[in-house]
């Protein structure tokens, strides 16, 4: 089976960092899209960054400049450096994957289990 399993997440203080990591593994053939999206309580789920198998990225403009969305295809793996953090910015943080598995030709959304940030003082 494919899975998502992400780490990295906790409490950090307003404008400090924080790197958050997501790993596939699995039956996986191929990846294309990788991201993360955000949700905080009372919230809908809401797209944070997303980045492509050749590196083209994609940003919400609340987190343009702030963060970094990077991945490292060898290890399927995508990684969100979130600098100067806000409290704005404290939700539960879900990785998501296009993989297309091992015998098919269709490809579906995987996601992580989800990672907690807090931005508090």
């Known amino acids: 089976q494919v899975q998502l399993v992400e780490s990295g997440g906790g409490l950090v203080q307003p404008g400090g960092s924080l790197r958050l990591s997501c790993a596939a593994s699995g039956s996986i053939f191929s990846i294309n899209n990788m991201g993360w999206y955000r949700q905080a309580p009372g919230k809908q789920r809401e797209l944070v960054a997303v980045i492509t198998d050749s590196g083209n990225t994609g940003y919400a403009d609340s987190v343009k400049g702030r963060f970094t969305i990077s991945r490292d295809n060898a290890k399927n793996t995508v990684f969100l450096q979130m600098n100067s953090l806000k409290a704005e910015d404290t939700a539960v943080y879900y990785c998501?994957?296009?993989?297309?598995?091992?015998?098919?030709?269709?490809?579906?959304?995987?996601w992580g289990q989800g990672t907690q940030v807090t931005v508090s003082s």
């Open positions: 998501y994957a296009d993989i297309r598995r091992r015998g098919s030709m269709g490809a579906s959304a995987y």
